[in-house]
């Protein structure tokens, strides 16, 4: 399990990889390094997934959009990718059926062609049939859908997952394969030997303390800030990211019953109806300025620099497996380290069941959230009969229980309020009020967690409500 005042420690040893950044690119890099048998170190300068990485859609997928375009490869990956993490990880990765409705009288036929070639791509890894469907098999399965004009629908299948889960299961994962891993600690100097960078130096946050790791090679996984990282290089270099804004709202389950997705609804959300909001930012690639490029998908670029820097920007999460593979490929001939073959295709991430299949459904009872623990299910929920404090549930609107508060901070590197409410559960994403309500009682199990006094817990609600409200439209 994760402890950072371990870890911390061990950031003086030698290391093969350092990785900055500790959202999907940067994690999933840090397992297959420590798969692959280097030495292998990742500091985060906020918390795993802060960023864009907890801020997704939420859905595995191949990217039907992309069909339209032509770019079937890129399809074909992402499906592939998809089928390997709904295996890997069937503990957070779950079947959604979509039901795309068709208003024009070719809309049907046009988008069904498409779905079954999705079909086809994906082969064996396929997570159902797609067909199209009637007028009323579409208003059966989204009864609040707009009912005029519609004609039929298709429907088709991708994949769900809880992205900050499973990036802490990533996180995890790089730690049972032998990864150094240390969150809220910054970098604010690259290390260099010879003229090649060999190295960097971090401030913990928590301490005030610098730390220097040694590595082989640096690998900038940070996504939107990859050119905050670049320029403590040189300051000069020409930007590489084009950040791109996605905006999700969350909306009482009223407003959509069943399993399915919707563009048209009868009734019109409102702002008090919206739950929470909350917005990512996606790293896209510019392509002036790029001096020495490896461009290995269409969908994620690695960039080298003249000193050894290692940087790669773009992709999903989907593909973050395949963007870790390719990544440390490339670090490695840098590095100069000993060529080994990615392992991580069939790689089960930590607590992922050995062979019974996982049924998923909605968080909306404390059973249903602990399902996405895995095989460490039994353990938080042994916490919460071993302490009555920590046996009760979070809110009365939220699916949590107390215990995996304290489980967040003994063995998932949780160190804030934020951390907790955000990322080790999904409370203010799912119902920003409810978490802001609950911020209190979390604060007060985290301080006796880690023996932090009154005032520390009255800092945390303080700096909770803020990022809260943020997530209000009201």
């Known amino acids: 399990m994760l402890d950072r005042a371990s870890n911390l420690d061990r950031l003086s040893e030698p290391f093969d990889l350092a990785i900055v950044g500790g959202g999907a690119t940067g994690l999933g890099a840090a397992v297959e390094a420590a798969a692959r048998g280097y030495r292998t170190v990742l500091v985060e300068a906020r918390d795993f997934a802060q960023g864009t990485s907890s801020r997704s ?31 890997n990880a069937a503990h957070l990765v ?25 079909d086809v791509l994906a082969g064996r890894h396929r997570l159902g049939k797609s067909q199209l469907l009637s007028r009323a098999q579409v208003l059966e399965r989204i009864p609040t859908l707009e009912p005029d004009q519609l004609k039929g629908g298709v429907r088709y299948f991708d994949g769900q997952f809880d992205d900050a889960r499973l990036a802490v299961t990533l996180a995890l994962t790089a730690d049972d394969l032998g990864a150094v891993l240390v969150n809220h600690a910054r970098v604010v100097a690259l290390v260099k030997s010879g003229g090649k960078i060999r190295g960097l130096r971090l401030v913990d946050d928590e301490s005030g303390r610098e730390h220097e790791v040694t590595a082989k090679v640096v690998v900038n996984a940070t996504g939107v800030f990859a050119d905050a990282i670049r320029h403590l290089e040189d300051p000069e270099v020409p930007p590489l990211v084009a950040p791109s804004q996605g905006v999700h709202l969350v909306l009482p389950d009223a407003f959509l019953p ?63 497996r395949r963007m870790g593979e390719d990544v440390v490929d490339h670090a490695a001939r840098v590095g100069e380290l000993p060529l080994r073959p990615s392992t991580t295709a069939s790689l089960r991430l930590h607590g992922a069941p050995e062979d019974e299949p996982v049924v998923h459904s909605a968080a909306g009872t404390p059973s249903e ?58 409370a203010l994403v ?34 909770f409500g803020k990022r809260a409200r943020e997530s209000l439209l009201t």
């Open 258 to 320: 069943g399993t399915h997705a919707a563009r048209y609804l009868s009734r019109d959300p409102t702002r008090e109806d919206v739950l929470s909001v909350y917005a990512g930012l996606r790293p896209l690639v510019r392509t002036e300025g790029a001096a020495r490029t490896a461009s290995l998908s269409r969908d994620h670029s690695i960039f080298e620099s003249p000193g050894g820097l290692v940087t790669i920007v773009g992709g999903k999460w989907t593909t973050y």
């Open 94 to 118: 779950g079947d959604l059926e979509f039901v795309v409705p068709a208003y024009a009288w070719w809309s049907g036929p046009y988008y069904g062609v498409g779905l079954k070639l999705y």
């Open 430 to 463: 799912l119902d920003a009020r409810a978490a802001l309500e609950s911020a209190p009682v979390v604060a007060r199990v985290i301080a006796r967690e880690l023996g932090r006094d009154e005032a520390w817990e009255r800092q945390q609600v303080a700096a």
């Open 369 to 426: 959230a602990l399902a996405a623990y895995g095989t460490d299910a039994d353990l938080v929920r042994e916490l919460a009969e071993v302490d009555p404090e920590l046996a009760v549930p979070m809110h009365p609107r939220l699916p949590y229980l107390m215990s995996e508060v304290a489980w967040a901070v003994r063995h998932e590197m949780a160190r804030t309020v934020e951390d907790v409410l955000s990322r080790r559960t999904r």
């Open 57 to 87: 859609t939420k859905l595995v997928h191949g990217g039907v959009r992309y069909l339209a375009q032509g770019n079937v490869g890129l399809v074909r990956e992402a499906l592939l990718e998809r089928g390997r993490l709904r295996r």
